[in-house]
């Protein structure tokens, strides 16, 4: 934006980065080729619940739309709260592209509603040839994807997640600070069976 603009008032519009989920969408391929590490057809969003009669319409709105979605693509939808009380919504289904074009529609449906702020993050789940956990978590303040790989006893193998990012970055946007990969304990998506 130049003086001028500022000067009369003018602003460009922001780009949203919720676009960014999309990335997930070619990344699986490079995920698939250099870690054997495919989709296990669940997904998810974490958001801070609010307590509204507003955010309870845009709920009521959004389970009519994750019902049409259902409906065309057979993915199953559940809501849920954590232990920590973070309401998720949860993806699962075969088809992995349905998956991320379902989470951008929840995404920008809570955005365009002025709840952008209570989105946390989105979270895909993979798995190797190890059976070893992989979640890509895409931060929504950051606008980035991070990799968290969780071990037994609240460990993370951090150095499988940094091989993930040294070949990942250049397939989609990862977070630079590694401070700010934060572990997500205890994803409600592995309550679920892998399909």
Request: glycine share 6%.
């Amino acid at each position: 934006m130049g003086l001028f603009d500022i000067l009369l008032g003018r602003t460009r519009p922001l780009k949203s980065k919720i676009e960014k989920l999309f990335a997930m969408s070619t990344a699986q391929v490079t995920l698939a080729v250099k870690f054997n590490a495919n989709p296990t057809g669940k997904a998810g969003i974490c958001f801070r619940p609010v307590e509204s009669s507003y955010f309870d319409a845009v709920e009521t709105e959004l389970t009519g739309l994750l019902e049409i979605a259902r409906r065309e693509s057979g993915a199953e939808i559940r809501f849920v709260k954590d232990n920590l009380g973070f309401g998720w919504v949860l993806l699962i289904g075969s088809n992995f592209d349905d998956l991320v074009a379902t989470l951008h529609m929840v995404s920008l449906t809570l955005q365009d509603h002025g709840f952008g702020e209570q989105l946390l993050a989105a979270v895909f789940q993979f798995v190797d040839n190890e059976k070893r956990d992989i979640y890509w978590i895409y931060n929504y303040k950051r606008g980035n994807f991070y990799p968290f790989v969780p071990l037994p006893n609240k460990q993370r193998d951090n150095p499988f997640e940094l091989r993930l990012r040294a070949v990942m970055e250049k397939e989609m946007p990862v977070e630079p600070e590694l401070e700010r990969w934060y572990p997500l304990w205890d994803i409600p998506l592995s309550a679920y069976p892998k399909t």
